[in-house]
């Protein structure tokens, strides 16, 4: 069935450190593809998203390319910061024409540290 | 404006009691999902509702499971006789319509825990 696979946390980082986590998919079809993050104590937000191939979805710093040769969407940003402390989903959604439910990666936990 | 509200925010309850989770979508929001984060299982999809209706149920992990949606606007999230492995955050998220173009906009959750 379609899943989302992401690297294992926890990832621990210094401030202003390049960062990368790799996320990869399987799916039937053209799924959009989305990033989510959780802060601590908080709800799950959008981060960005995708929706074919090629594109590239950007928030906040963070970049992500949809590459369906790859069937990949890693998550990147320059420079972290401490704010960004926060667990990162991988996420798809897209194979039904009426309803879209998502379909998480496990999350990947980042610590930032100054 | 208000977003997605979930209460209670925590629920302890014993083995073997039913609880009541609630859900207000944003306003206008015609689709909602419910989802379950826990330990070693992630997030999982438990059911989508388009209006009153639901036409997906499969992610419901047993027959303690049900839910319901009322007016178009709040859902209750039910399971009858509770087990340990019930315990879990329960998400909802509401969206303007189903469909992967619209956003799906998550409350804070419900953090359940079975005693």
């Known amino acids: 069935g379609d899943s989302v696979t992401q690297m294992e946390g926890p990832v621990t980082l210094s401030e202003e450190a390049f960062l990368t986590i790799n996320c990869t998919y399987t799916a039937t079809g053209y799924p959009s593809l989305f990033w989510y993050v959780q802060y601590p104590g908080e709800g799950l937000q959008l981060l960005l998203k995708?929706?074919?191939?090629?594109d590239k979805g950007s928030n906040k710093g963070f970049e992500a390319t949809y590459r369906k040769e790859t069937t990949s969407f890693h998550l990147e940003k320059g420079s972290v910061q401490v704010s960004d402390s926060a667990v990162y989903f991988c996420a798809l959604s897209g194979m039904k024409t009426s309803y879209d439910k998502v379909i998480f990666g496990p999350g990947t936990s980042l610590s930032v540290i100054p | 404006g208000a977003g997605v509200s979930q209460s209670p925010s925590n629920k302890v309850t014993e083995k073997g009691k039913d609880v009541e989770l609630r859900c207000d979508p944003i306003s206008g929001h015609t689709a909602l999902y419910w989802y379950r984060q826990s330990l070693g299982q992630g997030l999982e999809f438990l059911i989508y509702?388009?209006?009153?209706?639901?036409?997906?149920k499969s992610g419901l992990p047993s027959d303690r499971f049900s839910a319901e949606r009322t007016g178009g606007s709040v859902s209750t999230l039910t399971i009858q006789r509770t087990q340990q492995e019930d315990s879990a955050v329960y998400l909802c998220a509401s969206s303007l319509k189903g469909g992967n173009t619209y956003e799906q906009y998550f409350g804070p959750g419900t953090r359940l825990t079975v005693t």
């Open positions: 509702f388009q209006g009153n209706s639901a036409p997906d």
């Open positions: 995708a929706t074919k191939a090629d």
